[in-house]
């Protein structure tokens, strides 16, 4: 009798070891996209000028399968960057440092990877290191203005809105050449309902989506388990019970009814930073290598830079030289599942857009050493 009873437990005790063996081995392995997911937090604000931008002060964890798992941390003024508030009250103080504003898309808000590991603060430690022979006294920062999932139209915005704010010295554009499918798409919103993100054009699309999340994945249970066994994940794949990834977008995207030209959208830029004696220049963000290959930024941005008159930075000979000197791959800067940069992309780029800066840092740090 016993015997009888101990057989359904036996069978149990079997399903379960398979489970944790198969457990292990997909932990061991972690293929993808069998298993692994991808979670956007909600660290956005409806926006009517922007259509989105970060909220201030908003944390969060960012996923990309297996090697991406980023707390993502907002600062005081709504920017992927350390806080800046004080930056703000102290604009005309003195010694007053060179600043540099860089505007561009998720390549410069860099939310894969903490604040320090980004370009925009590597830029400023590496520009800081080679100021002390020229002015011990005056310091450098680069402040980071970037927002994911824009195009140079919103980039101007932002710097009509920034620019007179923080009075830079110098403003960069980190241009990716997706920006101009972007600029020519009308205003995209982000809100937030449950553990979703939902993306929108026009405010009647939002019950549709919630509607559409309600009906797919009515358990939040299950996206829990989900999100931390890999043989669930596995079962998902096939069976799609749970999302692979926490956003959900209105179809069809529409288009502006008559899109502004990048030409024009640099030449205004140009203007704007112009206005305050600060000077503009355009650095293309190269992609990376695909089969079949993507456009190359600086290919994109040549035409429209040099129709605008605003300088335009080519750092690849830069780049190549630096993967060179470490013995690295163009393949190296980006993430295996991810096209944007990882931590070694992020410190590349930097250093390379430092020697494209630094005759411009060396003129201004030579100018205020003359002026005293």
Known sequence: MMRHLNLPLIILLNILTALAFLEGMLRVVEPVPLTGYQYQPCIFAYDDQLGYRFKAGAIGRTVRFH????V?????IGFHDLDRKAVLETTDAYPRPIRILAFGDSFTAGVEVPVEDGWTQKLERELMARRMPHAATRSIEVINLGLGGTGTDIH?????????KLKPDLVVLAFFFNDVGDNWRKTIHYSCYKDFVLGFQFDHQVAGLKETIDQKYPSTFLTQIYRSLYTVQALNFYLHFAPNINVEWAKPVVAKDIPI???KLFAQMHEVVKKVGAEFVVIPVPPRQETPPLPESFNVARQPAADARVALLDVRPEIQNLLSEYDLRPSDMYWQHDGHFNRQGHDIFARATANKLWPRIRILLNAENSAH
């Open 156 to 164: 101007l915005k932002l710097m009509k809105e920034w620019v007179h």
């Open 261 to 263: 030209g990048i030409d």
């Open 72 to 76: 993502v941390k907002i600062n005081d």
């Open 67 to 70: 090697e991406i798992n980023n």
